[in-house]
Nanobody, 120 residues
């Protein structure tokens, strides 16, 4: 089992910045990827960014490429999402995700979500 605790959401004006944090605990040795997803009202949950925990490999949604940066601190088992040049359309609940392998089965774990609101 992996537990995830998120922090860092809030209200910011368009053009501003926020940094989200997500600390993992429990069976973190099995986690091979962490990431952030978001869900706006009336929309499906969508991928924002992911990072491999053992390699310098990350992916981004086209909508955040160049504005958001994901990083992973292995010493703290914590993933960060630095969000710059925020837009009103970035408003959503942001969820931390951890993907782990147990034998050949991948398990996904989710945080409780943190609200990000960008005002115009």
């Amino acid at each position: 089992q992996v537990q995830l605790v998120e922090s860092g959401g809030g209200l910011v004006q368009a053009g501003g910045s926020l940094r989200l944090s997500c600390a993992a605990s429990g069976s973190t040795y099995s986690v091979h990827r962490m990431g952030w997803y978001r869900q706006a009202p009336g929309s499906e949950r969508e991928l924002v960014a992911t990072v491999a925990t053992a390699a310098a490999s990350d992916t981004y949604a086209d909508s955040v490429q160049g504005r958001f940066t994901i990083s992973f601190d292995s010493a703290k088992d914590t993933v960060y999402l630095q969000m710059n040049s925020l837009k009103p359309e970035d408003t959503a609940v942001y969820y931390c995700n951890a993907a782990s392998f147990v034998y050949t089965v991948e398990y996904n774990y989710w945080g409780q979500g943190t609200q990000v609101t960008v005002s115009s």
